[in-house]
């Protein structure tokens, strides 16, 4: 599969490799950088937690950027699942590991397209995890990125890159934002004409409690979880009984998301005759799953279709579902039934066992 960063090379070259959120701050990072006259590309991070790649060719128009996806899921979830150095923040969010992994991955594009520095948008004091000064200094000293990665938006608080030294780069035309007002942005963001300002917030799900609780149980349960079991976490009802997991569509947007996460191993089951949500059920330490267990699975997956429902309701006929595994189908009938073994977690049941998680972690 052709990697989304082979757009460009090999004969574009540029000055600069620019880590681009689709937040303001990282628009006039770029933009500064530009009005040297400098060629930048920014790269747009993805992962089942961050990014949007359909989102780039938008972009591109909307704020005269060049920009690339660049795909990090495989080594982000590794990281995620293996107790990142720095810790998390408020929920599941390893920021500041997120940034050296970024980082990284940028320095390995430099070769690539020619480019002579790093950018990025961070502001210094802006986010209490990772932009304090210390943890900017580790973030650059743990990524290699040292003399190379200039902050434009912040870069008059901290010491002169060798790039600015040279005057390659202009440092008195960069800037000494600090804090989290964003005052000067937003007059910088006008001066650039920049009408359509992004929201803020970083728009990383791993910061959110309703997100946290859908990760935490692929991570402390699923055996070598990769980016296809994170995905999959994003979309639906996320049900849980020990270590079979079932998946169950919302609306018709989870069923058509659900159906390219399906893997080998995997059971999906669908009613027959009624509007169906999408269902896979796979087991976190890939065993089978027991019939018995597949039986109670189609009575929940009847149970939230309404059409299906008043049917049985009316008729007292049972229902049909279909499971397709591996190269085999069979049917099985059931009637709709909840059952309490199979639930969703809530941010509350994971909090104790998460702080507990960020303690061992921390001593």
Known sequence: MMKQ?????????FDGLALFSGGL????????LMEQGKKILCLHFTSPFFGDKNAVPVWEQKYGLEIIA???????????CNNPVNGF??????????????????????????????????VLGQRPMSQRRDTLHLIRRDADVKDILLRPLSALHMEPLPVELSGEVDREKLLGIYGRGRKDQLALAKKFNIADIPTAGGGCRLTEKENARRYYEVMQ????????????????RQLWNG????????????????????????????????????????????N????????????????????ACVHFAENKECLSIKIEHEDSIERILV????????KELHFEEIKEALQALKKNMAE
């Open 5 to 13: 960063y082979d757009k460009y090379a090999p004969n574009d070259k």
């Open 25 to 32: 701050d990282s628009i006039l990072a770029a933009k500064l």
């Open 70 to 80: 660049v795909d990090i899921a495989e080594e982000y979830c590794q990281m995620l």
């Open 89 to 122: 923040g408020s929920a599941l969010n390893p920021c500041v590991d997120c940034k050296i992994i970024m980082m990284k991955k940028a320095k390995e594009l430099m070769a690539k397209y020619g480019a002579k520095f790093l950018v990025s948008g961070e």
């Open 221 to 236: 349960k699923v055996q070598n979880p990769t980016a296809n079991d994170f995905f999959l976490s994003n979309h639906g």
């Open 243 to 286: 270590d079979i997991w079932v998946s169950l569509g919302r609306k018709q947007a989870d069923n058509e998301q659900m159906q390219q996460y399906k893997k080998p191993g995997d059971y999906v089951l669908r009613i027959e005759h009624f509007p169906s949500p999408y269902c896979i059920v796979r087991h976190a330490q890939k």
């Open 288 to 307: 089978e799953v027991p019939a018995e267990e597949l039986q109670i699975i189609g009575s929940i997956l009847a149970s939230y279709s309404n059409k």
């Open 335 to 342: 009637e709709p039934r909840r059952f309490e073994q199979y």
